[in-house]
């Protein structure tokens, strides 16, 4: 199983829907967690952390669950400019000590 | 401040040729990834290094891709022998790491690698 799972996708919307991405993670002790966002052939960038009571960034909400072991992304009201690649990270101590591990990317088109 | 400085941005090179990239992090920050993504394709993890030791190297593809960290900051990949399935985008990544939790990752612009 891999440390962190994503759907690829690719999540193809309508303008104004919202659109939801699940990340699940292996390991338990994991306490750190972000959202990534990569435009096509650009490097990844901060998107947002998910704090565990869950946080919003305007459109953008992202919830944990830790007894779960996941992460979720929610985005209301899609306009064409989320169309991207969204990267879930975890950050937890394991064999190689605090280490971050990406998620292989959900793809989302919105289209008009 | 600047960010993480990748070079070269291009390189093509021809196959069997060794090539060097370099990754110049973020001052202060003591964890390093090392990471190649093919066209449509996501992350694949190379190395992580903590200060000058790599206790994650898990990814590299073959024994000849090779890296290291000098002094606690910068890091050159190298891959020996080159062959196209080498070529790629190879990004790198700094975080201020050790016991600090809640960091994230900064990423370079990448160095392109073209392998003919």
């Known amino acids: 199983r891999k440390e962190v799972e994503q759907d690829p996708g690719p999540f193809n919307v309508p303008e104004g829907a919202t659109v939801a991405f699940n990340c699940t993670y292996s390991?338990?002790?994991?306490?750190?967690f972000f959202w990534y966002r990569q435009d096509c052939r650009k490097e990844p960038k901060l998107l947002m952390s998910?704090?565990?009571s869950g946080n919003e960034d305007g459109r953008f909400t992202a919830q944990l669950n830790r007894a779960s072991q996941y992460i979720s992304l929610l985005i209301r009201d899609s306009k064409l400019s989320d169309s991207a690649t969204y990267l879930c990270?975890?950050?937890?101590?394991?064999?190689?000590?605090?280490?971050?591990?990406f998620g292989g990317g959900t793809r989302l088109m919105v289209k008009p | 401040g600047a960010g993480v400085s990748q070079s070269p941005s291009n390189k093509v090179t021809e196959k069997g040729k060794d090539v060097e990239l370099r990754c110049d992090p973020i001052?202060?920050?003591?964890?390093l990834y090392w990471y190649r993504q093919s066209l449509g394709q996501g992350l694949e993890f190379l190395i992580y290094?903590?200060?000058?030791?790599?206790?994650?190297k898990s990814g590299l593809p073959s024994d000849r891709f090779s890296a290291e960290r000098t002094g606690g900051s910068v890091s050159t990949l190298t891959i020996q022998r080159t062959q196209q399935e080498d070529s790629a985008v190879y990004l790198c990544?700094?975080?201020?790491?050790?016991?600090?939790?809640?960091?994230?990752?900064?990423f370079g612009q990448g160095t392109r690698l073209t392998v003919v």
């Open positions: 990544a700094s975080s201020p790491g050790g016991g600090r939790w809640n960091t994230e990752a900064f």
């Open positions: 390991n338990s002790a994991s306490q750190s």
């Open positions: 998910v704090y565990s």
């Open positions: 990270v975890v950050n937890g101590r394991s064999n190689a000590g605090n280490m971050l591990t």
């Open positions: 001052s202060g920050h003591t964890a």
């Open positions: 290094f903590q200060g000058n030791s790599a206790p994650d």
